[in-house]
């Protein structure tokens, strides 16, 4: 089984602060099928990133991802209020398809 | 507009059954792989398994933490999946949630719905 760890555990930035969010997997990545998602508040997750960098259709371009082979990051480039959530990166590549404990974004 | 909808979900004794229905629109649903996870309350997220698209057989896979005790299934001509839930644990309660994803195989879950509660409890 392939352990995503993410970091950091919260992140507490301001309106218009730039964002990075960590995710290191225990082994690499095939293909790069690495995905993250927004969670908000009795929500159900929202699809961000696909294919480690991919934006999903609707997904605004402060949002991007990079990275390849255990590492990989989300960077949100500016803060906006609606962007509070816990985000959670996921490989889909191989079975078991696994998910990292998720970061907290807060907005100061 | 895509739509998915989870439907089945309650209040169950341990040791029981459920069948939860993951109801689709505005998709060919043959052509897309269907996955089922769950989010245990202020946990993380969970994959529990998924189908392969009628391309691929509609194949199934499962997590450990499930295989023999839930089984899912698809009716194309219905555009509908189904998690079947046997043996039901405690630890089973959770936010139950479908998800149709980007292609037929390994792929990422596009489109969600908005889940469906199961508690296990006596």
């Known amino acids: 089984e392939i352990v995503l760890t993410q970091s950091p555990g919260t992140l507490s930035l301001s309106p218009g602060e730039r964002a990075t969010l960590s995710c290191r997997a225990s082994?690499?990545?095939?293909?790069?099928?690495l995905a993250w998602y927004q969670q908000k508040v009795g929500q159900a997750p929202r699809l961000l990133i696909f294919g480690a960098s991919s934006r999903a259709t609707g997904i605004p371009d402060r949002f991007s991802g990079s990275g390849s082979g255990t590492d990989f990051t989300l960077t949100i480039s500016r803060l906006e209020p609606e962007d509070l959530a816990m985000y959670y990166c996921q490989q889909y590549g191989r079975s078991p398809r696994t998910f990292g404990q998720g970061t907290k974004v807060e907005i100061k | 507009e895509v739509q998915l909808l989870e439907s089945g979900g309650g209040l169950v004794q341990p040791g029981r059954s459920l069948r939860l229905s993951c109801t689709t629109s505005?998709?060919?649903?043959?052509?897309?792989?269907m996955s089922w996870f769950r989010q245990a309350p202020g946990k993380g997220l969970e994959w529990i398994g998924f189908t392969r698209s009628t391309a691929y057989g509609e194949t199934t896979e499962y997590a450990a933490s499930v295989e023999g005790r839930f089984s899912i299934s698809r009716d194309d001509s219905k555009s509908i999946a189904y998690l079947q839930m046997n043996s039901l644990k405690t630890e089973d309660t959770a936010i139950y949630y479908c998800?149709?994803?980007?292609?037929?195989?390994?792929?990422?879950?596009?489109?969600w719905g908005p889940g469906t509660l199961v508690t296990v409890s006596s």
């Open positions: 082994q690499t990545i095939s293909s790069n099928y």
């Open positions: 998800t149709r994803d980007l292609a037929g195989n390994y792929a990422s879950s596009r489109y």
């Open positions: 505005g998709f060919t649903f043959g052509d897309y792989a």
